[in-house]
């Protein structure tokens, strides 16, 4: 038996990148787990890639940045699989026109990426929790940023949520553990995802090119990959981290070290 068999859980923006390797991870691992997405052919790829995993797998579409469509995916969640025991707020966003300074971007740009990257994980909180506590406990997994910690030139909403990230997560850790609910964060550095070709255009480079200028960047020498970033989840979500709540781990091939890094 896996080591999350018996267990569901959900993860945001489950279907692409860092959030597929965190679906697959905890299917593989014996959860059911629930994939939800706005992106419906990745969702069904997703499916596709998981079968003979030993969790099952359902798949839901839906914006999170929602409070009705978070409120229905907690619902067919626990009509599938009876409740909710982890939560992993992955989903996050860092679109091409987004790269400004903040005199010159759009509200509509800022109001977007808030409320997908960190209004999510209030509304996914705010509809999981109930489940947790009849359960007698859950964990919650907020995928951050080293732009969280730092930041750099042109990235200022994005930059935003990911600072409310860490902070709301050290704010769900003390509101919750009184009833058992661990929350904890994860700042990856620059991961192989979807977002560095949204990057790439954003800057007029090459993919290669800011992929190799980016690795030059970390201590490691290169960028991450999902599963690396996958593997600290599942351990956060595990029994083995059942004295760790409020804190975060940084996955960034030392980037975090080096003091400075724009």
């Not at 760790?244 to 091939?253: A, C």
């Amino acid at each position: 038996m896996g080591e999350f068999t018996g267990k569901t859980v959900i993860v945001t923006g489950g279907a692409k990148g860092i959030g597929r390797a965190i679906t697959l991870g905890f299917a593989h691992a014996g959860a059911n787990t629930v994939c939800a997405d706005i992106d419906v052919a990745a969702g069904a790829e997703t499916m596709r890639i998981a079968q003979g995993a030993e969790g099952r797998l359902l798949f839901v579409a839906a914006d999170v940045s929602r409070a009705t469509e978070c409120q229905d995916l907690v619902a067919r969640a626990v009509a599938a699989f009876g409740g909710v025991d982890i939560l992993c707020n992955n989903v996050g966003i860092q679109p091409a026109d987004s790269y400004k300074p903040a005199h010159e971007l759009s509200e509509d740009v800022w109001d977007r990426i808030i409320a997908v990257n960190l209004k999510s994980r209030f509304l996914m909180t705010k509809y999981c929790v109930p489940q947790m506590t009849a359960r007698g406990g859950g964990v919650i997994v907020n995928i951050a940023s080293v732009q969280g910690l730092q930041s750099a030139l042109g990235v200022a909403p994005y930059a935003a949520s990911k600072g409310g990230d860490l902070s709301l997560t050290r704010q769900l850790a003390l509101e919750y553990a009184k009833d058992g609910i661990r929350v904890l964060a994860v700042n990856p550095g620059t991961i192989e995802t979807p977002l560095v070709a949204e990057a790439a255009a954003a800057s007029g480079q090459t993919i290669d090119g800011l992929r190799d200028a980016w690795a030059a960047c970390h201590p490691l020498d290169r960028i991450g990959q999902p599963e690396e970033v996958a593997h600290v989840v599942l351990f956060l979500a595990s029994d083995k981290a059942s004295f760790m709540t409020g804190s975060y781990v940084n996955v960034d091939g030392g980037l975090m070290a080096k003091g400075a890094w724009a």
